[in-house]
T-cell receptor, first 113, second 110 residues
Framework: KAGVTQTPRYLIKTRGQQVTLSCSPI?????VSWYQQTPGQGLQFLFE???????NKGNFPGRFSGRQFSNSRSEMNVSTLELGDSALYLC????????????FGPGTRLTVT | EDQVTQSPEALRLQEGESSSLNCSYT??????LFWYRQDPGKGPEFLFT???AGEEKEKERLKATLTKKESFLHITAPKPEDSATYLC???????????FGRGTSLIVHP
């Protein structure tokens, strides 16, 4: 069974630009969550999508948004990038029902200059 | 609000030197406690889920245990390839989205 895939793996952007990250979950999983990981803050929850609807949201500004498609693939968008947005962005796939075991992708390393 | 505290922050062991990592948690109605392993620059790798106090799970040199307030990840006779950051997370009845601890960075010297 294929794991979670994320593209691109690495990105370098300039302050003020916007970026879109993509995640394909494990086949059959309907929940996709996004996390930001930095050395200073650890793993922080951004939002979760289940069956194309945002089901949960963390405490991040509106510059961070996402969506989920009918095939459960998800995209995350960050507009007006700031230096502090430099981080490893992780996508996690889960069945979305019952237990909440999450399976993570390899991440997208975003560097904002 | 769920809270997860992991200790120690960093741990250095000699190959073969067994030890334990601690995860203390405060939740309202535990749904599950999860352990992950994360290698530098990679996504966390799922290890275990524990659901109730007294439960234990094992995988190779790792054994996870759970009480009502904490979980331990015991590492028996570790090898250098066990070097990684180990993350603990809890999912509760309040919000089943897991809350993660800051992790324990483990280095095993040959």
């Amino acid at each position: 069974k294929a794991g979670v895939t994320q593209t691109p793996r690495y990105l370098i952007k300039t302050r003020g630009q916007q970026v879109t990250l993509s995640c394909s979950p494990i086949s059959g999983h309907r929940s996709v969550s996004w996390y930001q990981q930095t050395p200073g803050q650890g793993l922080q929850f951004l939002f979760e999508y289940f069956s194309e609807t945002q089901r949960n949201k963390g405490n991040f500004p509106g510059r961070f948004s996402g969506r989920q498609f009918s095939n459960s693939r998800s995209e995350m968008n960050v507009s007006t990038l700031e230096l502090g947005d430099s981080a490893l962005y992780l996508c996690a796939s889960a069945s979305g029902t019952g237990n909440y075991e999450q399976y993570f992708g390899p991440g997208t390393r975003l560097t904002v200059t | 609000e769920d809270q997860v505290t992991q200790s120690p922050e960093a741990l250095r062991l000699q190959e073969g030197e067994s030890s334990s990592l601690n995860c203390s948690y405060t939740v309202s109605g535990l749904r599950g406690l999860f352990w992950y392993r994360q290698d530098p620059g990679k996504g966390p790798e799922f290890l275990f889920t524990l659901y109730s106090a007294g439960e234990e799970k094992e995988k190779e040199r790792l054994k996870a245990t759970l009480t009502k307030k904490e979980s331990f990840l015991h590492i028996t006779a570790p090898k250098p390839e066990d070097s990684a950051t180990y993350l603990c997370a809890v999912s509760s009845g309040g919000s089943y989205i897991p809350t993660f601890g800051r992790g324990t960075s483990l280095i095993v010297h040959p």
